[in-house]
C-alpha cells in the first residue's frame, strides 16, 4: 500500500517568505508527527497529532510555527516569516496510533531559505 | 526528565566485525524502545522495538538489541557489519508527558569499511 508522502520534495524561498509544507498519512493512520532534521544532525520534534486529540505543540521552536490536520488525513505545516535557520529537512510520519507507536516516516521536505 | 541518549556521534568498524551502537535511556515507568535508520538518500525506516518479554530483540537487516534494565540500556548490535549498514541510527523512547510521544537520541553515524 501506499506510505506517508509529502510534498513538495524540495522548496527554496526567500527569508520572510510563508511555506506550506503537506504530509498525506498512511490510510487509517490516527497519529502523525513532524519532525525537523538540519543538515548532519538528528530529528528534532515539533508537533504531534493523535485523533481527535488537542495536538502536542510543545516542539514548536517559535510562534512562525504552526500546524494543522483535517481529521485523520492530511497535515500542513506552516512556517511564516521563514528564516534562514529554518533551513533543514522536515519530516513527517504517521502510526497506527496503538500503544507500540511504531512510525512511518515520510522522505521529508528539504527547505532552504536563502 | 525523560530522555534517550546516544552517546558516540560516530562510530567505525570494519566490514565482517561486529558492530555495536549504544544507547540509553531515562523515563518513568516501563519503557518502550525504537530503534530507527536513516540511508544515504532515503527516508527513516524502523528497525526494531523492545516493548516486553525477552531481553534480546531480533530486527530487519540481521541486527538486534538488547534491553538492559539495569543499565538502561538498548545498544544495537550485528555479529557481522555489512558496508551496506553504513548509515545514521536513532534510538528513540516513547515517554509518557500527559500523552504519549515518542522523543529521539541525536543519532550516530555508522561507516563500515570495506
Known amino acids: 500500500g501506499a506510505g506517508v508522502s509529502q510534498s513538495p520534495s524540495n522548496k527554496v524561498t526567500e527569508k520572510g517568505k510563508d511555506v506550506e509544507l503537506r504530509c498525506d498519512p498512511i490510510s487509517g493512520h490516527t497519529a502523525l508527527y513532524w519532525y525537523r532534521q538540519r543538515l548532519g544532525q538528528g530529528l528534532e520534534f515539533l508537533i504531534y497529532?493523535?485523533?481527535?486529540?488537542?495536538?502536542?505543540k510543545s516542539g514548536l521552536p517559535s510562534d512562525r510555527f504552526s500546524a494543522e490536520r483535517t481529521g485523520e488525513s492530511v497535515s500542513t505545516l506552516t512556517i511564516q516569516r521563514t528564516q534562514q535557520e529554518d533551513s533543514a529537512v522536515y519530516l513527517c510520519?504517521?502510526?497506527?496510533?496503538?500503544?507500540?507507536?511504531?512510525?512511518?516516516f515520510g522522505p521529508g521536505t528539504r527547505l532552504l531559505v536563502l | 526528565a525523560q530522555s534517550v541518549a546516544q552517546p558516540e556521534d560516530q562510530v567505525n568498524v570494519a566490514e565482517g566485525n561486529p558492530l555495536t551502537v549504544k544507547c540509553t535511556y531515562s523515563?518513568?515507568?516501563?519503557?518502550?524502545l525504537f530503534w530507527y535508520v536513516q540511508y544515504p538518500n532515503r527516508g527513516l525506516q524502523f528497525l526494531l522495538k523492545y516493548i516486553t518479554g525477552d531481553n534480546l530483540v531480533k530486527g530487519s537487516y540481521g541486527f538486534e538489541a538488547e534491553f538492559n534494565k539495569s543499565q538502561t540500556s538498548f545498544h544495537l548490535k550485528k555479529p557481522s557489519a555489512l558496508v551496506s549498514d553504513s548509515a545514521l541510527y536513532f534510538c528513540a523512547v516513547r515517554v509518557n508527558t500527559g500523552g504519549f510521544k515518542t522523543i529521539f537520541g541525536a543519532g550516530t553515524r555508522l561507516f563500515v569499511k570495506a
Open positions: 510520519a504517521s502510526s497506527p496510533g496503538d500503544i507500540w507507536e511504531t512510525q512511518y
Open positions: 523515563v518513568s515507568g516501563n519503557p518502550y
Open positions: 497529532f493523535q485523533g481527535n486529540s488537542a495536538p502536542d
